[in-house]
């Protein structure tokens, strides 16, 4: 997709985005919060709103076996420390209770997997057909889709808790890339399935945001 189109096909999104749509970053963790007070210190990401920009840096290796090489892309205008960013997707899936593969994340090259924070109005045009409305993420075609509201505010299973709720859509969206569906709840009490639609709701399990919640990274 040219990047002139991607800019057309968001433009009237954006430009009707609310006032408060705006990102800052706790450096230290690379999430994303709300920060009315400080987030004019927070540069926006390079690049015009609409385009994807990927965050330039490599890892190193974690795990073992099959490599999965990872790109982390930014869409241009967020407020957000977008190398943080990077290295927290990163810290989560090579975390052994995530899915058990090997990563390493690449700014070049051959690409496994895409991990995508972007605004609404984008997330909706890279997850159609499905039908995201602006609140939710997605994971098709080999790119999880983070959708950059829904990483601001969390969602009510996870309360105040917006760390594991960012955890959660991390493994949640990589999940579909890998093919994974969604599943419901296994039983009452029990930790709610990594692929069950958390963000709708955990009842009558609890909210849990790995793949392998019995691991230790």
């Known amino acids: 997709?040219?990047?002139?189109?991607?800019?057309?096909?968001?433009?009237?999104?954006?430009?009707?985005?609310?006032?408060?749509?705006?990102?800052?970053?706790?450096?230290?963790?690379?999430?994303?919060?709300?920060?009315?007070?400080?987030?004019?210190?927070?540069?926006?990401?390079?690049?015009?709103?609409?385009?994807?920009?990927?965050?330039?840096?490599?890892?190193?290796?974690?795990?073992?076996?099959v490599v999965y090489r990872l790109a982390v892309e930014v869409e241009g205008g967020l407020r957000v420390d977008r190398n943080a960013f990077a290295r927290r997707v990163t810290s989560i899936l090579a975390d052994r209770r995530s899915?058990?593969?090997?990563?390493?994340?690449?700014?070049?090259?051959?690409v496994d997997v895409r991990v995508t924070l972007a605004s609404p109005g984008l997330t909706?045009?890279?997850?159609?057909?499905?039908?995201?409305?602006?609140?939710?993420?997605?994971?098709?075609?080999?790119?999880?889709?983070?959708?950059?509201?829904?990483?601001?505010?969390?969602?009510?299973?996870?309360?105040?808790?917006?760390?594991?709720?960012?955890?959660?859509m991390v493994n949640h969206e990589v999940g579909h890339t890998f093919g994974h569906g969604h599943v419901g709840c296994p039983a009452g009490g029990e930790p709610a399935p990594v692929m069950m639609q958390q963000t709708k709701g955990v009842a009558p399990c609890g909210p849990n945001p790995w793949p392998f919640p019995s691991e230790r990274g």
């Open 99 to 110: 899915w058990g593969v090997a990563v390493q994340r690449v700014s070049s090259g051959p």
């Open 1 to 65: 997709m040219r990047p002139a189109l991607l800019v057309a096909a968001v433009a009237l999104l954006a430009a009707a985005a609310p006032a408060d749509a705006r990102f800052a970053a706790d450096a230290s963790s690379g999430d994303v919060i709300p920060s009315r007070d400080s987030v004019e210190r927070v540069p926006r990401a390079p690049g015009p709103r609409g385009t994807l920009v990927v965050v330039p840096g490599r890892s190193a290796v974690f795990g073992s076996g």
């Open 124 to 168: 909706d045009y890279l997850c159609a057909p499905l039908l995201t409305n602006g609140i939710f993420s997605c994971g098709q075609g080999g790119r999880a889709v983070l959708n950059a509201d829904r990483w601001r505010h969390g969602a009510a299973a996870y309360g105040n808790d917006l760390r594991r709720y960012r955890i959660y």
